[in-house]
């Protein structure tokens, strides 16, 4: 019983990392039909580089300051070159993969020839480096920290689609894209703003994740290998429907690793296929 409660913790934990990287992306592919998988390359820099400005510093604001930023710096550059103006690449899954897969190679070949392929992590904070215990069941501090980050990061982005005018602009763009131009907004300026908070997204989930599960040669791919069943668990472009699904699928791994560590990967496609068959649109619809 108490094993089954911590397991399930850290599924929690996990799941919500999970859920803010792949909030930025549900973002941007419910808005533009635009299948950013680059996410996967962005956590790898994002996170390596949180590891080197904490050793340079030794200030964990530094260090999340700098991955959010080099996130930033890099959606806005991405989007000039590649994507403002690209009409042929809307809507055009095939394309859109191969850029991503393009990027997330360049940024793994940078990052093998600057740590030579050195996996990394993050130190925790001292004030959160402890545990508490729960009815018999000890919990670390960071992981508590990660399922509040995580749920903090769902409450946000629900205020700002649900409560202000560029939320409504989002959600009528996810809809009907013409829909914008109709009530008088610029969708390309939306979907720049979009695509901005999506790389930031990854990137705060690479300064969060360097403490984690670290940063290491392959886990770029690992991340879309975990963040693409929670876009298609949730239903696609459903942010609501990522946050369940996320929840789903970091227990479920985390079942996966405690009682059947050959068979955890296939757990999580073992959902995805499940959910499928029961539902084919995901399990939440709107956006």
Not at 159 to 174: C, D, Q
Not at 271 to 277: E, G, H, K, R, Y
């Amino acid at each position: 019983m108490l094993q089954g409660v911590a397991v399930t913790v850290n599924g929690l934990a996990f799941g919500m990392l999970l859920f803010i990287l792949a909030s930025g992306l549900t973002l941007i592919f419910g808005l533009a039909r635009y299948v950013n998988l680059a996410h996967g390359g962005v956590y790898l820099l994002t996170a390596y580089t949180a590891i080197e400005a904490y050793s340079r510093t030794g200030s964990y604001w530094w260090a999340a300051g700098t991955a959010l930023g080099l996130a930033g710096v890099l959606g806005a550059t991405i989007y000039l070159l590649f994507v403002r103006g690209r009409t042929w690449l809307r809507g055009n899954p095939l394309p859109q993969v191969l850029l991503s897969f393009g990027i997330i190679y360049v940024i793994a070949d940078l990052m093998q020839g600057r740590y030579h392929g050195l996996a990394r992590s993050l130190p925790v904070p001292d004030s959160i480096a402890g545990s508490v215990t729960v009815a018999g069941v000890t919990v670390t501090d960071y992981r508590l920290v990660l399922i509040g980050a995580g749920v903090m990061v769902a409450v946000s982005l629900w205020l700002l689609l649900r409560k202000t005018s560029f939320g409504s602009a989002v959600r009528a763009g996810v809809d009907d894209h013409n829909m914008l131009s109709a009530i008088g907004r610029n969708p390309e300026r939306i979907f720049a703003l979009v695509f901005l908070i999506g790389f930031l997204l990854t990137g705060l989930s690479g300064f969060l994740g360097s403490a984690f599960i670290g940063a290491s040669p392959g886990v770029e791919y690992t991340i879309i290998l975990y963040t693409l069943p929670i876009i298609v668990v949730g239903g696609m472009g459903s942010l609501s429907g990522a946050f369940i699904a996320s929840i789903v699928v970091g227990i479920g791994d985390s079942i996966g690793k405690a009682y059947f560590p050959e068979f955890s990967l296939f757990l999580i496609f073992a959902i995805v296929v499940l959910t499928l068959a029961i539902r084919p649109q995901g399990l939440v619809r709107s956006a």
